[in-house]
């Protein structure tokens, strides 16, 4: 599994890494780094990702390369199958993505939808959930947003819940919170995380919370109150894959929830008129 961003970072922050990784002919410049398709650099992934296996949270680490705990499968969906629930930080398959349901509910014309982040997929792709195990399909990809919001039109092997495992929303939208306030995020790489708002806008912001590659759509909330929707991090700084970096990690960008109501309203069709379940 290449990890070279990985082999950089744990040299980098961590003195027992360090010497671990330097046991394995690990060196901190990426230029000096084997190549990855040699028996040296396989080996040196390997050894990498047994330290962070080691050193991460305990499982499962449902997404590879991650190795914070991801979130299980809540008695809630195991008690309603075959019917497959669908709600705030579901683990979605859409096409061959894997990502992060924001929320669910009906529109205006009462279709069931659920909202992720726009990049996840593409018009027409099916979307099944990764904590059904019969991958039955529950929707299709409609649409990509222009504020990186995907619209998904769920059919009936679906039901909305607006509470899934640690994402239970009783309100969406509002006033953002300020800069240091906390919100919250919950997806399926890396789990719940907190942290403060670090930069305020519209209709994005940012924020310094553990997220990671599967993340991309999940909830981000504050007491309940949905506020925004993930939508990555800044390209250049690592993600937020394991405990060894600390606080040393990429800040999330995310767009608000009243953005992604406006422009899901002001393109009409599925989606507009959304209410959460």
């Keep these: 599994m290449p990890l070279r961003s990985?082999?950089?970072?744990a040299v980098a922050t961590a003195a027992a890494a360090a010497t671990v990784l330097a046991g394995a002919a690990v060196a901190p410049s990426a230029s000096a780094l084997?190549?990855?398709d040699s028996v040296v650099g396989q080996a040196v992934d390997q050894a990498v990702?047994?330290?962070?296996t080691a050193t991460g949270e305990p499982g499962p680490h449902r997404i590879d390369g991650q190795y914070f705990t991801s979130p299980g499968v809540p008695a809630a969906a195991e008690d309603i199958r075959p019917t497959v629930l669908v709600g705030p930080s579901t683990p979605l398959i859409v096409g061959g993505a894997?990502?992060?349901?924001?929320?669910a509910g009906y529109d205006a014309a009462g279709n069931a939808v659920a909202v992720t982040a726009g990049h996840c997929g593409a018009p027409g792709d099916e979307v099944r959930?990764?904590?059904d195990p019969e991958g039955t399909v529950v929707g299709t990809f409609q649409r990509r947003?222009?504020?990186?919001n995907g619209v998904i039109l769920l059919n009936g092997n679906a039901q909305v819940t607006s509470a899934y495992n640690a994402a239970v929303l009783h309100s969406a939208g509002g006033p953002l919170p300020g800069a240091g306030a906390q919100v919250c995020k919950t997806g399926i790489a890396t789990g719940t995380s907190c942290g403060p708002v670090v930069v305020t806008g519209s209709p994005g912001f940012a924020m310094h919370?553990?997220?990671?590659h599967g993340d991309s759509g999940a909830p981000?909330?504050?007491?309940?109150?949905?506020?925004?929707?993930l939508s990555g991090g800044f390209a250049g700084v690592p993600s937020c894959r394991t405990p060894l970096q600390g606080p040393l990690h990429s800040p999330v960008t995310a767009v608000t929830w009243d953005a992604v109501v406006a422009e899901m309203n002001s393109v009409g069709g599925v989606g507009a008129g959304f209410h959460l379940a």
Excluded: E, K, N
């Excluded at 990985?6 to 970072?9: A, E, K, P, V």
């Excluded at 894997?98 to 929320?103: K, N």
């Design 6 to 9: 990985l082999r950089r970072l």
């Design 34 to 36: 084997p190549s990855v």
């Design 49 to 52: 990702d047994d330290l962070l």
């Design 98 to 103: 894997v990502c992060t349901a924001t929320a």
């Design 129 to 131: 959930s990764a904590d």
């Design 145 to 148: 947003g222009a504020v990186d």
């Design 209 to 212: 919370v553990c997220s990671s």
């Design 220 to 229: 981000v909330y504050a007491g309940g109150r949905l506020v925004g929707l």
